[in-house]
């Protein structure tokens, strides 16, 4: 069997932050994970690291220790500029609040990621992925005329616009109702299976666990 490179990896992450003349230990060697077409969860209570550990593992910040490698390639100390490429070119974001742009239609707000591409095919993508998520009625409607759940499915849209190896998700049916919820669950499930894209969600949700290939606890900066 050939073993695979994950798509993310972090080795021995630690993350400390000075603050009130204290040492807080975020993340404490942290050894992670995710293959290409698997959805893995990262639960755990209120302030145990799940919020930071997504943003290492999506170039929005980096670590006080340890190694990030993303689909093999160190990435751990890049710059802004290379950290913003990569992430253009490797990850797509879904988050809790969705960050939808109120004067930009359904349409316009996939394509956002893409606005300085000057490519002409960035409408015609975005609206096969609006119509992938059932949304091909709502292609022209401005976020006040969606339900919680058709913006959340905006914001997945737009998170595949730029064609991510690696989708993370910040408590993705946290503002959902949970029929809703599961239409969203089972999209991300469709898409780590039909994409082979590599998923991962933080959440406070149990109804999550049910969708993933595996559930990580993070309690206190350190993993179980």
Same mark, same amino acid.
């Given at each position: ?7 993310? *990896? ?85 988050? *809790? ?54 913006? *959340? ?72």
């Amino acid at each position: 069997m050939i073993a695979t490179v994950p798509v993310v *990896q972090t080795r021995d992450l630690v993350k400390r932050y000075e603050t009130g003349g204290e040492t807080v230990v975020a993340l404490d060697h942290i050894d992670f994970s995710v293959a290409a077409g698997e959805f893995v969860s990262i639960v755990g209570p209120s302030g145990s690291g799940k919020t930071t550990l997504l943003n290492m593992l999506g170039l929005l910040d980096g670590p006080t220790e340890g190694e990030i490698r993303l689909e093999g390639e160190d990435v751990t100390d890049l710059s802004s500029r290379e950290r913003t490429a990569a992430r253009k070119r490797t990850i797509g974001f879904v988050f *809790q609040h969705f960050f939808l742009l109120p004067t930009l239609t359904a349409v316009e707000n996939v394509e956002v990621p893409r606005l300085f591409d000057d490519d002409p095919e960035t409408t015609a993508r975005a609206e096969r992925l609006l119509e992938r998520v059932g949304l091909g009625d709502r292609l022209r409607h401005k976020p006040s005329e969606l339900s919680g759940g058709q913006k *959340q499915r905006v914001a997945i849209a737009r998170s595949l616009i730029n064609e991510p190896r690696l989708l993370l998700a910040d408590e993705p049916t946290g503002n959902l109702d949970r029929e809703t919820g599961k239409q969203i669950l089972e999209e991300f499930a469709r898409i780590k299976r039909e994409d082979d894209v590599a998923i991962v969600a933080v959440t406070h949700d149990p109804l999550v666990n049910e969708y993933t290939d595996r559930t990580v606890e993070l309690v206190d900066g350190v993993t179980s």
